[in-house]
């Protein structure tokens, strides 16, 4: 999928929720938040095609790639910085997207999981930035601290499901 043919299905479906998100957010009693440079379809087609990327890094892709080869895709880029700071805010818009696209079930399903490392297992005593959420799991690779991520596909290859968990040991 070309970047414009993401951005283009990213941002149908950012017509039909942002309503809804700010509707949901001024009933909670949050304060209107101001426009940005870079529109919530533009952040969010961005951080998609990271992931659909050769890239290893968020930081390398948006320097070397996004800056460099799709500047007049984004004409109102910002700063790296400025970017990362605004990744938080697209949070729940991704989770709603990704969620929007499950296919549905066709009487075959595959599920399976794969461990999210955070931290060397030396490093656990160290490690704080997850460390309410992570724990120690074995996978068929050994021993690791971090999330375990559960994914239920059709026989068509559709996502059907997902989950993320402390890196428990779910072995039999």
């Given at each position: 999928m070309s970047v414009l043919e993401l951005f283009?299905?990213?941002?149908?479906?950012?017509?039909?929720?942002?309503?809804?998100?700010?509707?949901?957010?001024?009933?909670?009693?949050?304060?209107?938040?101001?426009?940005?440079?870079?529109?919530?379809?533009?952040?969010?087609?961005?951080?998609?095609?990271?992931?659909?990327?050769?890239?290893?890094?968020?930081?390398?892709?948006?320097?070397?790639?996004?800056?460099?080869?799709?500047?007049?895709?984004?004409?109102?880029?910002?700063?790296?910085?400025?970017?990362?700071?605004?990744?938080?805010?697209?949070?729940?818009?991704?989770?709603?997207y990704l969620q929007s696209r499950y296919g549905t079930c066709t009487g075959i399903s595959f599920i399976d999981s794969t461990s999210l490392e955070v931290c060397d297992p030396k490093r656990i005593p160290q490690h704080r930035v997850f460390a309410l959420d992570a724990k120690r799991g074995k996978s068929s690779m050994g021993w690791f601290y971090g999330f375990k991520l559960h994914l239920a596909v059709n026989d068509r290859g559709e996502l059907l499901a997902c989950c993320l968990t402390p890196g428990i040991n779910d072995r039999v």
């Amino acid at each position: 999928m070309s970047v414009l043919e993401l951005f283009c299905d990213v941002d149908d479906f950012m017509l039909s929720f942002l309503p809804q998100m700010k509707a949901s957010q001024l009933a909670a009693g949050k304060q209107r938040q101001r426009a940005g440079q870079l529109w919530p379809s533009e952040i969010m087609t961005i951080l998609i095609h990271f992931h659909q990327s050769h890239y290893r890094t968020f930081k390398a892709y948006y320097m070397e790639y996004v800056q460099v080869h799709l500047s007049s895709e984004f004409p109102h880029l910002v700063s790296y910085p400025r970017f990362v700071a605004l990744i938080p805010s697209m949070l729940i818009p991704l989770l709603a997207y990704l969620q929007s696209r499950y296919g549905t079930c066709t009487g075959i399903s595959f599920i399976d999981s794969t461990s999210l490392e955070v931290c060397d297992p030396k490093r656990i005593p160290q490690h704080r930035v997850f460390a309410l959420d992570a724990k120690r799991g074995k996978s068929s690779m050994g021993w690791f601290y971090g999330f375990k991520l559960h994914l239920a596909v059709n026989d068509r290859g559709e996502l059907l499901a997902c989950c993320l968990t402390p890196g428990i040991n779910d072995r039999v």
